[in-house]
């Protein structure tokens, strides 16, 4: 059950601080073959549709460093070189966020 996908869930995910402990174990992750990380990206991809989840995200690739969505992009491009589809929905998340201007800026 994805509950990230109901709009109405985004608010208490967010307020639970999901998407900032998501977005640390997906950076934090050293196995990058793992199912969790599809998981995970999928749920961000979810989260970042409204645009409080976008702007936490934001927040949480701040926190991170600057590096952060870098090294997410990067990996999605290594991952799909390698035939590994586990950050596609990093693509989304992306498109999600960079809809906002603080999005776009990070880019």
Do not use: P, W
């Amino acid at each position: 059950v994805n509950l990230a996908a109901e709009e109405g869930n985004v608010d208490g995910l967010l307020a639970c601080n999901v998407l900032s402990i998501l977005v640390d174990s997906l950076i934090s992750s050293s196995d990058y073959g793992s199912t969790c990380i599809e998981k995970i990206c999928m749920t961000l991809s979810n989260l970042t549709r409204s645009e409080a989840g976008s702007q936490a995200f934001i927040g949480a690739l701040k926190r991170e460093g600057e590096r952060t969505l870098f090294d997410l992009v990067n990996m999605f491009c290594i991952m799909d070189e390698q035939g590994s589809h586990q950050f596609d929905f990093i693509s989304t998340v992306l498109g999600n966020v960079t809809q906002l201007a603080d999005g776009r800026s990070l880019v």
